[in-house]
């Protein structure tokens, strides 16, 4: 399944895009929860390669990441595991480019590709130094998706979203991703950037945080990609069926 083309047919049809971000290996479950996001209506679903230094996540990503790796999760195994996920959306892998690099680009984007995911984020991969895992990909047939952040000057921004696959990433402010208690002023400017510098699909993510925040974002782009708040409901409890109801009340916002 083709990252863009699945978020090009929903955004045609009027439809606000929505990517629920969770943790591959977190607990034993963690399939289900991918499941039960998709039965709530996720448009593609993004899958949190655990690292032990990912940069550009707050606390409570990290402390999913830790806990997975702490039960065994390796970026082989989650992989592999994603593979038994039979949904009908497209699965995005985001992780960091160490991963990638030791196991070879060629060899990382065949993996993903095997596995049926179908596009990748690496997020402290710069343009500067994206074309040899990002060729490689292209070959694999993985879509790589770009991040742009409010302090990118126009000229790069619009290089971003030209390299930029399946979508681009607008980050909805400066900072690592968390929970918060209001949407940042400067995700719908950053929205506004992206949708003047490309047709691709964009989705605002980082700090989004409830169905409100996520209406009044998609409202200045394609649609969201929700992720701590969601996996904060998991670190304290929730299961499949958390997952599922938390989903399905974004979804029911975005769509009323």
């Not at 699965?91 to 160490?98: D, G, I, K």
């Not at 990748?120 to 991969?125: G, R």
């Not at 130094?129 to 742009?148: C, F, N, Q, S």
């Amino acid at each position: 399944m083709r990252l863009e083309e699945h978020l090009r047919a929903r955004r045609a049809a009027g439809r606000p895009l929505l990517v629920p971000y969770v943790t591959g290996g977190l607990g034993s479950g963690w399939l289900d929860v991918v499941r039960a996001v998709v039965d709530a209506g996720a448009d593609a679903v993004e899958i949190g390669i655990p690292f032990s230094d990912p940069v550009m996540d707050g606390p409570t990503i990290q402390e999913a990441s830790q806990r997975a790796i702490d039960l065994g999760a390796t970026p082989a195994k989650v992989i592999a595991d994603a593979a038994q996920v039979d949904v009908d959306v497209p699965l995005v892998a985001m992780t960091y480019y160490n991963p990638v690099h030791h196991a070879g680009h060629e060899r990382f984007a065949a993996s993903l590709a095997d596995a049926g995911i179908d596009g990748a984020i690496l997020p402290d991969l710069p343009l500067d130094e994206l074309d040899p895992w990002a060729d490689a990909a292209d070959r694999a047939g993985v879509e790589t998706v770009l991040l742009a952040a409010p302090t990118t000057p126009d000229d790069r921004l619009q290089a971003i979203c030209d390299r930029s696959r399946g979508f681009v990433y607008g980050v909805a402010l400066m900072g690592v991703t968390g929970e918060r208690k209001r949407l940042a002023t400067e995700a719908l400017e950053m929205g506004r950037r992206c949708k003047a510098a490309t047709d691709r699909p964009v989705l605002l993510g980082v700090g989004i945080s409830t169905p409100d925040q996520a209406v009044t974002a998609a409202g200045a782009a394609d649609g969201v990609i929700v992720g701590s708040a969601l996996i904060a409901r998991l670190l304290h409890g929730g299961g499949p069926d958390d997952a599922h109801a938390f989903v399905t009340e974004l979804r029911a916002a975005l769509d009323a």
